[in-house]
């Protein structure tokens, strides 16, 4: 259970301000935990969910332990938030480019943006429109799923955020985020080059789900299964000598040891979980 640090615990200058374009399960959990931490975080959401949050807040689940924030700030619209400091992008990957053309309305300099999105086209598209210096790709760890319209259900392998400038440079909002999120119980690493982390990730999300979708099985099904794993291992692989020949980003991927093991040993993927 985690307890509600107020914000006046924390001084003036530590306070960050936080918004969460998608509430969904990724974005109301590092929200909340944000939260917590004493930061200031709106939440932007529409219908149901939005009605939900300011009626209700957020519920975290980890294991049977709940933890409920019984009022969080929640909008419509980025037209209805002042300047922020970091705005993490949230929803699903087809709906990036829509969502990127409200950030014109945040046109501090100081302020970042972070995608957290499989695949590798989000940060590029959000950088378009704001910018590849305060653009952060990001990858997110851990298993989250909404049980209702306010609770998040967290388990698996442990929350984490990597993420870095998608120009592959260093600014002082972009080294200001790691010790935040570390603060707010989140694990953190600022990668130097963030193009092959979301590689990386992408190649093994494909191969899983790939196989995951043809055969209609879990991650514990394929873990079970030693020609289902095989296979993704195979896609795998495949996918990586394709992408050798046509950039350099993951032509020395650091997960060719370590990709039967993760198929086959998943004690922290939950066995009924689905890649997609």
Same mark, same amino acid.
């Given at each position: 259970?985690?307890?509600?640090?107020?914000?006046?615990?924390?001084?003036?200058?530590?306070?960050?301000? /936080?918004?969460?374009?998608?509430?969904?399960?990724?974005?109301?959990? +590092?929200?909340?935990?944000?939260?917590?931490?004493?930061?200031?975080?709106?939440?932007?959401?529409?219908?149901?969910?939005?009605?939900?949050?300011?009626?209700?807040?957020?519920?975290?689940?980890?294991?049977?332990?709940?933890?409920?924030?019984?009022?969080?700030?929640?909008?419509?619209?980025?037209?209805?938030?002042?300047?922020?400091?970091?705005? /993490?992008?949230?929803?699903?990957?087809?709906?990036?480019?829509?969502?990127?053309?409200? +950030?014109?309305?945040?046109?501090?300099?100081?302020?970042?943006?972070?995608?957290?999105?499989?695949?590798?086209?989000?940060?590029?598209?959000?950088?378009?429109?704001?910018?590849?210096?305060?653009?952060?790709?990001?990858?997110?760890?851990?298993? /989250?799923?909404?049980?209702?319209?306010?609770?998040?259900?967290?388990?698996?392998?442990?929350?984490?955020?990597?993420?870095?400038?998608?120009?592959?440079?260093?600014?002082?909002?972009?080294?200001?985020?790691?010790?935040?999120?570390?603060?707010?119980?989140?694990?953190?690493?600022?990668?130097?080059?963030?193009?092959?982390?979301?590689?990386?990730?992408?190649?093994?999300?494909?191969?899983?789900?790939?196989?995951?979708?043809?055969?209609?099985?879990?991650?514990?099904?394929?873990?079970?299964?030693?020609?289902?794993?095989?296979?993704?291992?195979?896609?795998?692989?495949?996918?990586?000598?394709?992408?050798?020949?046509?950039?350099?980003?993951?032509?020395?991927?650091?997960?060719?040891?370590?990709?039967?093991?993760?198929?086959?040993?998943?004690?922290?993927?939950?066995?009924?979980?689905?890649?997609?």
């Amino acid at each position: 259970m985690f307890a509600l640090r107020e914000h006046g615990s924390k001084g003036v200058e530590d306070l960050m301000k /936080f918004v969460m374009v998608g509430s969904g399960a990724v974005g109301c959990y +590092f929200g909340a935990r944000l939260l917590l931490a004493g930061h200031d975080v709106t939440f932007i959401a529409r219908g149901e969910r939005l009605r939900a949050l300011r009626e209700q807040g957020i519920t975290l689940v980890h294991g049977d332990e709940p933890t409920r924030i019984p009022q969080v700030g929640a909008v419509e619209s980025l037209n209805e938030v002042d300047a922020v400091d970091y705005v /993490f992008l949230g929803v699903k990957t087809w709906q990036v480019a829509e969502a990127a053309q409200t +950030f014109s309305a945040l046109t501090a300099e100081h302020t970042r943006f972070l995608t957290l999105q499989n695949g590798v086209d989000a940060p590029h598209e959000v950088a378009g429109m704001v910018g590849a210096r305060r653009t952060l790709g990001g990858i997110v760890r851990g298993f /989250f799923e909404m049980t209702d319209l306010t609770t998040v259900r967290h388990v698996g392998v442990p929350p984490t955020i990597i993420y870095g400038q998608i120009d592959g440079g260093r600014s002082a909002p972009t080294d200001q985020l790691l010790p935040l999120l570390i603060e707010a119980g989140i694990n953190a690493e600022h990668s130097t080059d963030i193009e092959a982390s979301l590689w990386e990730k992408f190649l093994l999300v494909t191969a899983l789900s790939g196989v995951g979708t043809v055969t209609r099985s879990t991650v514990g099904e394929l873990a079970r299964a030693p020609r289902r794993a095989t296979c993704s291992t195979g896609c795998w692989s495949k996918w990586r000598r394709w992408h050798g020949r046509s950039a350099s980003a993951c032509v020395t991927m650091p997960l060719t040891g370590r990709w039967p093991s993760l198929i086959r040993s998943p004690p922290r993927r939950p066995p009924r979980c689905t890649a997609t």
